[in-house]
């Protein structure tokens, strides 16, 4: 009877153990998964704990190489601060009203900055979006003596295009360019420019010894690429006034209102204003992707500024269906 009851003293001591020694695993298994449901807040939700606020879902915090680095800019009350870009401004955001900015009169890539408010102390910040497709971010604070009060954001020695680029950069897309890359279709132009190449032969017109002639057509990514050239064979400089490029009516009824339909373009490259006499210049213009009805033609038009050497051609359907397709691949 005494061995029954140490038997059962033994066996009750094994149990009892084992329920401890199960507690103690599950204890630590639950240690083990409230440590890695913390490292995750803290990684993952690194206000969590603090706020009670949750990201619910994949969030994941941004690292530094997702940042466009700011530029450092100081401005003042009793000056003006001037910034000149590469390109005309398209777009301007200003962080608080203790600052006001706007294009200088007459010029589409310069920004005038001031502060509103004498010595104020908080930071801010400026967002600007240029036409070539660049974004810059200015970091602002006040300083009552600036210490650069004139800015260009473009390399005296580079061009600004590629060299110049953070490796993180990224291009904003414009309307008007639809789905193309602007520093794509700057590059186009310029390779046009470059390579200079007469497609089309039968394209023109001369007037007072002027020469006005459309040298290529070029398609890429819905948009329409003309090459023109103006030859300028008199001694008396050709001052350009205006430019337009509209669809109009092979044949107007008498009495009949002709209907135009005016296409502007939405980039120019190496758009010249004046052509000295015995020179000669060629530009590139980008324009929207269009083709002509039956009945219709394209009608260029170049007029002189206070002259009357006006240069005109017409652009039939077929030389726009015939146009140049551009590999993007071999542009340079």
């Known amino acids: 009877m005494k061995k029954y009851f140490v038997m059962m003293f033994a066996l009750a001591l094994g149990a009892r153990a084992a329920n401890a020694q199960e507690v103690t695993n599950t204890e630590a298994v639950r240690t083990t998964e409230q440590t890695q449901t913390v490292s995750l807040c803290k990684e993952v939700y690194p206000d969590a704990e603090r706020d009670g606020g949750l990201y619910h879902?994949?969030?994941?915090?941004?690292?530094?190489?997702?940042?466009?680095p700011p530029h450092g800019l100081e401005v003042t009350y009793d000056k003006t601060v001037h910034i000149i870009f590469p390109a005309a401004v398209r777009y301007v955001d200003l962080g608080s009203p203790n600052?006001?900015?706007?294009?200088?009169?007459?010029?589409?890539?310069?920004?005038?900055?001031?502060?509103?408010?004498?010595?104020?102390?908080?930071?801010?910040?400026?967002?600007?979006?240029?036409?070539?497709?660049?974004?810059?971010?200015?970091?602002?604070?006040?300083?009552?003596?600036?210490?650069l009060l004139n800015v260009e954001m473009c390399d005296f020695i580079h061009d600004g295009s590629t060299l110049n680029r953070p490796n993180n950069a990224m291009e904003v897309y414009l309307t008007e360019l639809g789905?193309?890359?602007?520093?794509?279709?700057?590059?186009?132009?310029?390779?046009?420019?470059?390579?200079?190449?007469?497609?089309?032969?039968?394209?023109?017109c001369k007037r007072f010894g002027v020469q006005y002639l459309l040298k290529g057509i070029y398609s890429h990514n819905g948009l329409l690429y003309f090459h023109m050239q103006l030859k300028n064979s008199s001694s008396v400089p050709f001052d350009v006034d205006y430019l337009s490029f509209k669809i109009v009516d092979k044949?107007?009824?008498?009495?009949?209102?002709?209907?135009?339909?005016?296409?502007?373009?939405?980039?120019?490259?190496n758009n010249v204003q004046v052509i000295d006499g015995r020179h000669s210049e060629h530009m590139?213009?980008?324009?929207?992707?269009?083709?002509?009805?039956?009945?219709?033609?394209?009608?260029?038009?170049?007029?002189?500024?206070?002259?009357?050497?006006?240069?005109?051609?017409?652009?039939?359907?077929?030389?726009?269906?015939?146009?140049?397709?551009?590999?993007?691949?071999?542009?340079?």
């Not at 994949?58 to 940042?67: A, V």
């Not at 497709?133 to 006040?142: A, D, I, K, L, P």
């Not at 324009?287 to 009945?295: E, H, M, N, V, Y």
């Not at 051609?313 to 726009?320: H, P, R, W």
């Open 99 to 147: 600052l006001i900015a706007g294009k200088a009169d007459g010029a589409e890539n310069v920004i005038r900055v001031k502060a509103t408010v004498r010595d104020f102390r908080a930071e801010t910040n400026m967002s600007v979006i240029t036409e070539d497709g660049s974004f810059y971010t200015f970091n602002v604070r006040y300083a009552a003596e600036p210490l």
């Open 57 to 68: 879902g994949l969030t994941r915090k941004l690292s530094f190489d997702r940042m466009i």
């Open 284 to 332: 590139v213009f980008t324009l929207p992707k269009f083709t002509l009805a039956d009945g219709k033609h394209l009608v260029v038009e170049l007029h002189e500024q206070q002259g009357g050497r006006h240069q005109t051609f017409t652009v039939e359907n077929t030389d726009l269906v015939r146009a140049r397709v551009i590999d993007e691949l071999k542009v340079k």
């Open 179 to 204: 789905s193309e890359s602007p520093l794509l279709v700057r590059l186009i132009m310029k390779s046009i420019y470059k390579n200079d190449r007469r497609e089309i032969k039968h394209i023109g």
């Open 251 to 269: 044949k107007v009824a008498k009495r009949t209102v002709m209907q135009e339909q005016i296409i502007q373009p939405v980039r120019a490259y």
